[in-house]
C-alpha cells in the first residue's frame, strides 16, 4: 500500500524557518516525482513545489521561490521541505503528493498523505 | 496558466446529475485533472488527462474536454461525493488549481 507521511509541522514566528519531511512507503520512491501542495484554512490548493526522481529538477511556485527548498534522500524514502523567511501568508495544512508514473504523467497527483499543520504567528 | 471553475458551489439531491466546468486560460491539450476533497481529509484523484478514470473510482464520475474547456460529470449523485471539487492543469509548471466547487445536499 502505497503511504506518505508528512511530519514538522507546526508554530514558526513570522521570518522564521521550519522543515518538513515526508516519509514514503509502499513503492519505489526513487521511480517517482514528488511534490508538495498547501491549503491555508478555508481556502483552495496551492501547487508548492516538485522535485523529480534524482533530485536533479525542482520547481517552485511564485510564492515560494527563494524562500522554500526541496530536496530528497532515496536512501531514506523521504523528501523534504526546507521553509525560511515566513510569513502568515505561508500558514496553510502542507501535503507531499505522488506524481503518477512516467514523465507525461509526473505531475498528476495519485497519492497524498495526510498533510502537516505549518502556523505562522507570533 | 489561470484555473477557472464553475459553479463555485452547487446545490443538489441523491441522483441528480452534476456536472462542473472548468476553463484555462491557455491551451492546455487534455493535461487536466479533477480531484475529490472532502472536509478534513488530502484529496483524491478522480479523473487524469481529462478522461481517464483512475484506479478504484466509481464510473458515474466522467471527464471530458481539450484545449481550454473541460467538464466533470457525475451521472447520479450519490451521498458520499458530497465534497469539494477541483481541477488542476499538469500542462506546465506553476501547476495550478481551480477555486474549488463545493457540491451539498439539497
Known amino acids: 500500500e502505497v503511504q506518505l507521511v508528512e511530519s514538522g509541522g507546526g508554530v514558526a514566528q513570522p521570518g522564521g524557518s521550519l522543515r518538513l519531511s515526508c516519509a514514503a512507503s509502499g513503492f519505489t520512491f526513487d521511480d517517482y516525482t514528488i511534490h508538495w501542495v498547501r491549503q491555508a484554512p478555508g481556502k483552495g490548493l496551492e501547487w508548492v513545489s516538485l522535485i523529480n526522481w534524482d533530485g536533479g529538477d525542482t520547481h517552485y511556485a511564485d510564492s515560494v521561490q527563494g524562500r522554500f527548498t526541496v530536496s530528497r534522500d532515496n536512501s531514506k524514502n523521504s523528501l523534504y521541505l526546507q521553509m525560511s523567511s515566513l510569513t502568515s501568508a505561508d500558514t496553510a495544512v502542507y501535503y507531499c503528493?505522488?506524481?503518477?508514473?512516467?514523465?507525461?504523467?509526473?505531475?498528476?497527483?495519485?497519492?497524498w498523505g495526510q498533510g502537516t499543520l505549518v502556523t505562522v504567528s507570533s | 496558466i489561470q484555473m477557472t471553475q464553475s459553479p463555485s458551489s452547487l446545490s443538489a439531491s441523491v441522483g441528480d446529475r452534476v456536472t462542473i466546468t472548468c476553463r484555462s486560460s491557455?491551451?492546455?491539450?487534455?493535461?487536466l485533472n479533477w480531484y475529490q476533497q472532502k472536509p478534513g481529509k488530502a484529496p483524491k484523484l478522480l479523473i487524469y488527462?481529462?478522461?481517464s478514470l483512475q484506479s478504484g473510482v466509481p464510473s458515474r464520475f466522467s471527464g471530458s474536454g481539450s484545449g481550454t474547456d473541460f467538464t466533470l460529470t457525475i451521472s447520479s449523485l450519490q451521498r458520499e461525493d458530497f465534497a469539494t471539487y477541483y481541477c488542476q492543469q499538469s500542462y506546465s509548471t506553476p501547476l495550478t488549481f481551480g477555486g474549488g466547487t463545493k457540491v451539498e445536499i439539497k
Open positions: 488527462a481529462a478522461s
Open positions: 491557455q491551451t492546455i491539450t487534455t493535461y
Open positions: 503528493a505522488r506524481g503518477m508514473e512516467g514523465a507525461a504523467a509526473a505531475d498528476d497527483l495519485d497519492h
